[in-house]
């Protein structure tokens, strides 16, 4: 069975085409912001993605009829349990709503299932943004106005986690895991018994990324919000897109940042020996979230090719579980395999209600 997956981005749009369990063809379709200026909203783009994908798929030598499912990535939609979706009407009003916030990834579905529907092919999508699976417990914050959301790199979370299950021999549903994804965000979480029941994510708590800050000192926080010296729409763009170590560093890249330090930057490295602590830290964090010993920490995300952060956090965390390294991302190969078990029968579809 061939599959088209399809998986939008900010400034790009990332496509494969598997045969079953395997990669024949991927791409990545830039697109400029000068490209992107006559569309006001995210769903204003549908078209123009969906036409440029077709394009790439038929000038890479298959025909649209060849596929029999497509698969799109889960955008920001109502909060779901983990599991492979069949796109249906109820969700793709949801993403034209943009109820839960705007997002390129909202487009993943839409496109999916207009490719799909123009062929008589199910679509799909697979662990969203918004799975939320958290313990009650783990949502109370110090404020009742307040709860912790659960937004996490979802896809590639369970991605490695299921690969590491069987590389050990078990099931997921029958493992417990923490799960560190680190790249330009990061997102950490407690996967007990198949479920992330616990969890930071780099836009609300846990520790700064390249462009994000994590946990911050509330009252100081109160005060710079009300200093004056940024809009509300500043502020979210300042903790957002122009913290963490750009903040400190000028730059969002972990490997320019290893570089100067091999150069003798001090503060460079002082910012990075943070970054790695407070990783290390976050991890040890969910301990509590278990009832039984974690049997593997797993580090993934760009950021986990670094060997001086992946060395540093097994030493500080090696009396909570041996770890396993799964750098990069995984989303393609979890959107075809997700799609491929509700395919061959394996699991069910899930409803979006």
């Known amino acids: 069975m061939k599959l088209l997956i399809i998986n939008p981005g900010g400034t790009s749009t990332k496509i494969a085409v598997f045969e079953d369990d395997q990669e024949l063809f991927k791409a990545s379709i830039d697109h400029t912001a000068e490209e992107l200026k006559p569309y006001p909203h995210v769903f204003d783009e549908f078209e123009y993605r969906k036409n440029l994908i077709v394009r790439t798929v038929e ?3 298959y025909s649209i009829s060849d596929f ?33 916030g705007e997002h390129a990834s909202n487009l993943g579905a839409v496109i999916a299932k207009s490719i799909g529907d123009e062929i008589g092919v199910p679509s799909f999508i697979v662990d969203p943004v ?25 896809l590639n979370h369970k991605a ?15 493992c417990n895991f923490i799960v560190a994804h680190l790249g330009s965000g990061i997102s950490i979480c407690a996967h007990k018994k198949g479920k992330m029941v616990d969890g930071s994510g780099g836009r609300t ?15 100081p926080l109160v005060q710079l919000c009300y200093s004056g010296k940024y809009t509300e729409s500043e502020m979210v763009d300042k903790i957002s897109k122009f913290a963490g170590m750009y903040d400190f560093l000028g730059t ?18 002082l910012v990075y020996d943070a970054f790695i602590y407070e990783t290390a830290k976050e991890i040890c964090s ?37 770890m396993e390294v799964v750098a990069g991302e995984y989303e393609m190969i979890a959107l075809a395999l997700g799609a491929l078990r509700v395919m061959n029968g394996e699991e069910p579809a899930r409803e979006y209600k």
């Open 205 to 219: 708590n846990g520790p700064f990324s390249p462009e994000r800050c994590g946990s911050l000192p509330t009252y």
């Open 252 to 269: 969002k890249d972990s490997r320019e940042i290893e570089k100067r330090i091999e150069e003798g930057d001090e503060k460079a490295a």
């Open 59 to 61: 000038e890479a030598g």
């Open 130 to 154: 918004a799975v939320d699976e958290m313990m009650e417990k783990a949502r109370i914050t110090g404020l009742a106005e307040l709860e912790r959301p659960a937004w996490f790199h979802a």
């Open 286 to 322: 969910y301990i509590p979230a278990f009832d039984e010993p974690v049997d593997r920490i797993i580090v993934t995300g760009g950021i986990a090719h670094s060997k001086k952060v992946t060395s540093e956090l097994q030493r500080m965390t090696q009396n909570v579980a041996p």
């Open 68 to 100: 029999g499912c497509v698969a799109g990535r889960g955008g920001l939609c109502r909060p779901v349990e983990g599991g492979t979706y069949a796109v249906n009407d109820r969700m793709i009003e949801d993403f034209r709503n943009a109820v839960c």
């Open 160 to 174: 490695v986690a299921r690969a590491i299950a069987s590389k050990i021999g078990k099931k997921y549903e029958d």
